[in-house]
């Protein structure tokens, strides 16, 4: 079964500053990668998705996010972040074959601080 | 159009008792997904509808839980018995196509709390 881990349940950082929240996930074979943004008491909002093609992945927001197949990893960054990023996010992963239902990461908390 | 909705937003039910959440997919979206979030944890699949029928059902958590869905349209998530444990935020998603590399557009939820 294929699985997505985050590694940071919580990223504190300071407003301006620059942010990469990290996504491994294990599948041995192709697969379709989401990043994800739920805001305090709302639903889930894609971000990005990696469907194919360039490794570097642009979203919503001025967020980016790179796929990396050899090190299994779809990182999410941005490179100056406001008050307005604080949220959470969730990596998931869809793999080409079999279940269709997307496999989500236990989400990670970025807290932005003036 | 109007994005995923769900209804209630929030429910108080009383341990024992039965409950029934519903999702109204986007308009033409095929594929359905519930989802549960507990507090503080990532999203636990449940069921996935193509159409109105459940190909993968294999997230139900036991026979308490059941889905249903009414053509290529409103679903509806029943849970018997309800339990503490059973609290959490039920999810709906729905996705226009049944390629695996369509997003799923996801709904509010509804915040379900066992007493």
């Known amino acids: 079964a294929q699985s997505v881990t985050q590694l940071d349940s919580q990223v504190p950082v300071f407003e301006e500053a620059p942010v990469e929240l990290r996504c491994n996930y294990s599948?041995?074979?192709?697969?379709?990668l989401f990043w994800y943004v739920q805001y305090p008491n709302q639903g889930l909002q894609l971000l990005l998705k990696?469907?194919?093609?360039?490794?570097l992945v642009k979203g919503i927001n001025g967020f980016e996010a790179e796929f990396n197949k050899s090190q299994t990893s779809f990182h999410l960054r941005k490179p100056s972040v406001h008050i307005s990023d604080t949220a959470e996010y969730f990596c998931?992963?869809?793999?080409?074959?079999?279940?269709?239902?997307?496999?989500f990461g236990s989400g990670t908390r970025l807290q932005v601080q003036p | 159009g109007a994005g995923v909705s769900q209804s209630p937003s929030n429910k108080v039910t009383e341990k024992g008792k039965d409950v029934e959440l519903r999702c109204d997919p986007i308009?033409?979206?095929?594929?359905l997904y519930w989802y549960r979030q507990r507090l503080g944890q990532g999203l636990e699949f449940l069921i996935y509808?193509?159409?109105?029928?459940?190909?993968?059902k294999s997230g139900l958590p036991s026979d308490r839980f059941s889905a249903e869905r009414t053509g290529e349209s409103v679903s509806t998530l029943t849970i018997q018995r309800t339990q503490q444990e059973d609290s959490a935020v039920y999810l709906c998603?729905?996705?226009?196509?049944?390629?695996?590399?369509?997003?799923?557009?996801f709904g509010q939820g509804t915040r379900l709390t066992v007493v």
């Open positions: 998603a729905s996705s226009p196509g049944t390629g695996f590399n369509t997003e799923a557009f």
């Open positions: 599948s041995s074979v192709s697969v379709y």
């Open positions: 990696y469907l194919s093609g360039s490794t």
């Open positions: 998931a992963v869809r793999k080409d074959t079999g279940r269709r239902a997307l496999t």
């Open positions: 308009s033409g979206h095929t594929a």
């Open positions: 509808f193509q159409g109105n029928s459940a190909p993968d």
